[in-house]
C-alpha cells in the first residue's frame, strides 16, 4: 500500500479526521474521542496513555503562542507587564483547551505518518 502524502495527513489532523481513512470523525464532543473510527475501525487510543505526548504538542504551541504575544505586546506596542498580566493569563488558561483537540488530532496523524505498518495492520476484533 503507498504511503500517504504528509499533506494529506496533515489535511486529515486539521479535520480532526482519522489519519488513515479521512473518513471517521475523532470526537463525538468537546473532550471525547471514538474508540474506534467509524468508517476503516482504527483504535485511536493505541495503547495506555498514548495522548500523554499530544500533552507535549499543546505545552509546546502554547508556550511559543505565549512568547510571541508577549515580545509583540510588550516591545511592539510597548504595554507594561501588569496590562499585560491579565490577558496572557487568561491566553494560557484558554488556548490550551480550545488547542485539546488539534493536539491529540496532531499527534495520532504523526505517528500514523511515522508508523505506517503499525496504522495499517490495525484491525478491530471480529464478534
Ligand atoms: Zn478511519
Not at 6 to 13: H, K
Not at 36 to 64: D, H, Q
Not at 98 to 117: G, H, K, N, P, V
Request: overall charge positive.
Amino acid at each position: 500500500m503507498p504511503r500517504t502524502p504528509f499533506g494529506t495527513i496533515v489535511s486529515r489532523a486539521l479535520k480532526l479526521r482519522c489519519p488513515r481513512c479521512g473518513a471517521g470523525p475523532l470526537f463525538r464532543g468537546m473532550f471525547r474521542m471514538y474508540d474506534r473510527c467509524s468508517s476503516c475501525g482504527l483504535k485511536y487510543e493505541r495503547a495506555p496513555g498514548y495522548f500523554l505526548g499530544s500533552a507535549y504538542i499543546n505545552y509546546g504551541v502554547t508556550a511559543v503562542l505565549l512568547t510571541v504575544a508577549y515580545v509583540v505586546l510588550h516591545f511592539g506596542f510597548e504595554l507594561t507587564n501588569r496590562q499585560l498580566m491579565a490577558p496572557l493569563m487568561t491566553l494560557v488558561v484558554v488556548f490550551p483547551l480550545a488547542f485539546f483537540r488539534w493536539a491529540r488530532s496532531w499527534w495520532l496523524a504523526m505517528d500514523c505518518y511515522i508508523d505506517r505498518e503499525g496504522f495499517e495492520s490495525d484491525q478491530p476484533e471480529e464478534t
